[in-house]
DNA sequence: GTCTATATCTTGATAGAC
DNA sequence: GTCTATCAAGATATAGAC
């Protein structure tokens, strides 16, 4: 985690502050883009005054990029959790959707984090963005695993270009927050529509209901 | 248009060079984020001085929201005319098919205009978004007719939530700017690809292929 | 029509008091 | 630890020459 060289306990009135800073930037952050979001607006809304985040952060950016970081790992932890907890023998296709359940819960259930990092993905300055590319790829290899693995077991549409397919597919869940918080529609429908469109889109025979 | 009111001919060079900075304002506002993209930069790659973009807009704002109002009509004029030079018989999950296809190209092959739309749709400030909320809206009814018109004909998955489905269509599509260009894909791969996942994502009934 | 020069405003960042 | 006060940089926007 990128704070500043001021050690200090994980109780103490410090790391709530910190915490509080955070949490306010994620908030901006998953609303407004990265250059939108000021240091001032921040603070105010974390309840203290602009300089005080200097105590915590060496940079404006370090604590962007701290922001999105965590919202990056948040969402993988919370992906590739879902796919320990399932049966050994669960099927490639049926892991999918419980990656597109769990990404989608990531982004609308758990906080603010992963969707600052999702919306702003595409607006990280250039050196930011190379820091981040190893968590970036470490998740695109989970995905891609499990492509590769429902091809494998011939449970995917024969000629499909895997690696498009994928992209669309996170594409399709990575672009909710564009929409969803105006909607009407419950969490719930949106994770199984998501999950039917993915699972009919790829598979290779009609699926069961 | 949105244009200062210095009234000219749209023959003259002033016309070209207004042209040049729309141009430019899009190619940068398609690469960064809205707030990334200064006047400065904006003017050098239209070959001229900062001022010079004030003789044709009264502000950055009105000069941001002319390109990406541009992109947005444009999209929709792309995918209108596809969709009517259509035979009258065309099954409607097929002119769903020819929608993304249409809204696909308009994103990476027609200009930058189309792809700096999408890529800043979140980053507007707020009186902008309400004032292009009307184009958005009239895009989206064009979806959901389609939507509507495959549902009616029973090409749709019973139980399919229609609104939620089309959202996440059309987001895998507004999502590909954000990977496409570095993919080494062909865009005929990204097209062919997403109809399939398309129509078989939504279709009652196996697709012959 | 477009430029140079400059005014003005915003914001990230620092200094130093408490 | 957090504040007030202030600086420095960078951007939008304007004035006026050409």
Redesign the interface.
């Known amino acids: 985690m990128a704070t500043a060289e001021v050690p200090r306990t994980l109780t103490d009135k410090s790391a709530r502050t910190q915490e509080r800073i955070r949490a306010a930037a994620a908030r901006i952050l998953s609303e407004?883009?990265?250059?939108?979001a000021r240091l001032g607006d921040i603070a105010a809304a974390a309840g203290v005054q602009a300089p005080a985040i200097y105590y915590y952060y060496a940079s404006r950016e370090e604590l962007i990029e701290d922001v999105i970081r965590l919202g990056q790992i948040g969402t993988e932890a919370r992906v590739t959790q879902a796919i320990e907890e399932l049966d050994g023998h669960t099927p490639a296709l049926e892991k999918i959707c419980v990656a597109v359940e769990a990404h989608l819960r990531a982004l609308h259930e758990l906080s603010d984090y992963t969707t600052a990092a999702v919306?702003n993905?595409?607006?990280m300055?250039t050196e930011m963005r190379e820091r981040m590319r190893a968590d970036q790829r470490r998740y695109g290899r989970v995905w891609k695993r499990l492509f590769e693995q429902a091809r494998d077991q011939g449970e995917l549409?024969a000629g499909?270009?895997l690696?498009?397919?994928q992209?669309?597919?996170?594409?399709?869940?990575?672009?909710?927050?564009?929409?969803?918080a105006d909607?009407r529609?419950p969490l719930e429908?949106?994770v199984t529509?998501?999950c039917?469109?993915?699972r009919?889109?790829?598979?290779s025979d009609?699926v069961a209901p």
């Open positions: 407004r883009g990265i250059a939108t919306r993905v595409g607006q300055p549409r499909l270009d690696r498009t397919a992209l669309l597919v996170i594409g399709a869940l990575n672009w909710t927050p564009e929409w969803w909607s529609v429908t949106l529509t998501a039917e469109l993915t009919h889109g790829l598979a009609p």
